[in-house]
């Protein structure tokens, strides 16, 4: 006989894979516009040349030139998965395609009537599908330009929750597909979870990594009958004794890969950054999981709206202990979708938008929104922000901050003041502006302003120019793409003469020789280690 009341947990390799309309799940894909999109102008063309050759897809996935490219991840023998996913697509997703045509229809509409007069007429000509959702402006320069009520896109049938859901499976190391060119396709060893992200169900599973339930209450909790739920118990392992989380008695901070940090202050306070974990998968480096985490997370900070800051994966995972959530504002252009929008339509109750130089108080810790340059390709993006946190440490997370202008940075640091440590990616090369907006961008860019205009951090001297802007202590390189569980979102796998490595190098050597204690972060780290170059092996 079974023991009921046996408890279980889920197994700390089990992915919970979060995916819309069957790719892979980002806020792109969540924004009701970005979505259609991405449906129309990424999706079905990688579809297409994939189904014209499996074999030439095959071949490029194997080359390391070509990681991240728009390659799909499978082997020919599921080519007829690829021709079912493009036949439903274009089935199921019709109203999305109508969309998208009607988004590239306005942009010409716009470019042919508005002139530099009056657009109170255009507004009849714009297509049936976008009346009602748009603003049609010139920027202050002339040029004309579309604004999005995105709220109101959420409340219309252009969002589609029923077309979100999951694949539950293992993973036996960190090499996943990656994530923006390969479809994902069920399979017997993969769950199938058809719920939307704002289900209840995902907070099961979240708390189900740390808090056991009877194999009866999960099926009930996660409503599985008979046959899913005997499906379901690969996923569990029986619980065992868990060491409590080791709590903060002072200020600190603990890196947790990538732009990932948690800052834990001494009232017992939790700031996470960037929130992007990797599972304990058995693969090199040692890194924090989930499990290090605390059990309540007063604030998450997101930097800015790229997939390797603000991923869904993980922060379904988390919503269950995350208090409020702050993100920049956005300005309503085609390609800055509202973050706000997009994470509270997938259950997340207290997002709040923050403007720059914003102070928000939480019990002993203090939080401002500071501006940052670039990594957005010149384009009309105000959704990103760098973020002070004064925790009894004063620190200052800038992300992929560009130094385009160092008297940005010479401007704020009156309001500033003294720092503990600045955290700052150097990632100097970046993809072209197509890589990540190509597919909402109303026309085709010229190619060589694509590969001009990059999603690219600082080089050393830009970076050592916002040093000396501040008053800082402490230097730490971050959000660099190291870890191997970051290459199914970024599509890279760095080399040591890769030409972010040598300019972080080269940053920490200017570093040392003024006595400037600096390190560049890889894998997992703690304010409480000895601070010092870390050797980097791949």
């Keep these: 006989?079974?023991?009921?009341?046996?408890?279980?947990?889920?197994?700390?390799?089990?992915?919970?894979?979060?995916?819309?309309?069957?790719?892979?799940?980002?806020?792109?894909?969540?924004?009701?516009?970005?979505?259609?999109?991405?449906?129309?102008?990424?999706?079905?063309?990688?579809?297409?040349s994939y189904i014209q050759s499996p074999q030439m897809h095959a071949a490029a996935v194997q080359d390391p030139d070509l990681l991240g490219g728009p390659f799909i991840d499978h082997p020919a023998e599921r080519a007829s998965d690829v021709v079912d996913l493009l036949e439903s697509t274009r089935g199921a997703q019709q109203d999305h395609l109508k969309l998208a045509d009607a988004v590239r229809t306005a942009w010409e509409t716009l470019q042919n009537r508005a002139a530099g007069g009056s657009m109170a007429d255009i507004y009849a000509a714009m297509p049936d599908d976008l009346r009602g959702f748009l603003e049609l402006v010139y920027t202050p320069g002339g040029t004309p330009d579309l604004r999005v009520f995105e709220a109101l896109l959420y409340r219309s049938a252009h969002y589609t929750p029923h077309l979100q859901g999951a694949l539950i499976h293992r993973i036996s190391g960190d090499e996943r597909p990656f994530s923006m060119s390969t479809p994902r396709f069920p399979s017997p060893d993969k769950f199938a979870l058809n719920r939307p992200f704002s289900d209840k169900a995902y907070d099961v599973l979240g708390r189900l990594r740390r808090e056991p339930m009877s194999r009866a209450d999960i099926a009930s909790a996660l409503q599985l009958n008979d046959a899913e739920a005997a499906a379901f118990d690969a996923f569990l392992t029986p619980a065992s004794p868990r060491a409590p989380v080791e709590v903060a008695t002072q200020s600190?901070?603990?890196?947790f890969g990538h732009a990932c940090v948690l800052v834990e202050s001494a009232g017992g306070r939790s700031v996470l950054v960037d929130p992007v974990i990797a599972y304990e998968s058995g693969d090199a480096p040692e890194r924090y999981t989930i499990d290090?985490?605390?059990?309540?997370?007063?604030?998450?900070?997101?930097?800015?709206?790229?997939?390797?800051?603000?991923?869904?994966?993980?922060?379904?995972?988390l919503r269950w202990k995350i208090g409020t959530i702050l993100v920049a504002r956005s300005g309503g252009s085609m390609v800055d979708p509202s973050l706000k929008s997009a994470l509270t339509a997938i259950g997340f109750a207290d997002v709040r938008e923050v403007d720059y130089l914003e102070a928000v108080q939480v019990g002993d810790v203090s939080i401002q929104a500071l501006p940052f340059l670039g990594e957005h390709a010149d384009l009309d993006i105000s959704c990103k922000a760098a973020w002070l946190v004064d925790a009894g440490m004063r620190m200052v997370f800038a992300a992929d901050s560009n130094n385009l202008d160092p008297v940005l940075y010479?401007?704020?640091?009156?309001s500033i003041g003294r720092l503990d440590a600045l955290f700052l990616g150097m990632e100097c090369e970046g993809a072209p502006m197509s890589w990540l907006y190509g597919a909402m961008?109303?026309?085709?860019?010229?190619?060589?302003?694509?590969?001009?205009?990059?999603?690219?951090?600082s080089n050393a001297t830009r970076a050592r120019a916002l040093i000396e802007s501040l008053d800082v202590d402490q230097?730490?390189?971050?959000?660099?793409?190291?870890?191997?569980?970051?290459?199914?979102?970024?599509?890279?796998?760095?080399?040591?003469?890769?030409?972010?490595?040598?300019?972080?190098e080269e940053l920490l050597a200017q570093c040392r020789q003024?006595?400037?204690?600096?390190?560049?972060?890889?894998?997992?780290?703690?304010?409480?280690?000895?601070?010092?170059?870390v050797e980097f092996d791949l």
């Excluded at 279980?8 to 892979?24: K, S």
């Excluded at 997370?297 to 995972?317: G, K, M, R, W």
């Excluded at 971050?478 to 490595?501: H, N, Q, R």
């Design 1 to 48: 006989m079974t023991d009921t009341t046996e408890l279980f947990c889920l197994r700390p390799d089990v992915v919970v894979e979060p995916v819309v309309a069957g790719w892979y799940a980002t806020t792109q894909l969540v924004s009701p516009l970005a979505h259609a999109m991405n449906t129309a102008f990424r999706h079905l063309p990688i579809m297409q």
């Design 252 to 255: 600190r901070w603990r890196y």
């Design 292 to 317: 290090d985490l605390p059990d309540f997370i007063d604030v998450v900070l997101i930097t800015h709206n790229h997939p390797d800051h603000v991923l869904i994966e993980t922060l379904l995972a």
């Design 410 to 414: 010479d401007r704020l640091a009156t």
């Design 441 to 457: 961008l109303p026309f085709a860019v010229d190619r060589a302003d694509d590969q001009e205009r990059r999603l690219d951090g």
């Design 475 to 504: 230097v730490y390189i971050y959000a660099m793409g190291l870890e191997p569980w970051l290459k199914f979102i970024t599509g890279m796998a760095p080399e040591d003469d890769s030409t972010p490595m040598q300019q972080s």
């Design 514 to 533: 003024v006595g400037m204690q600096a390190q560049r972060l890889y894998g997992r780290a703690t304010s409480e280690d000895a601070v010092e170059t």
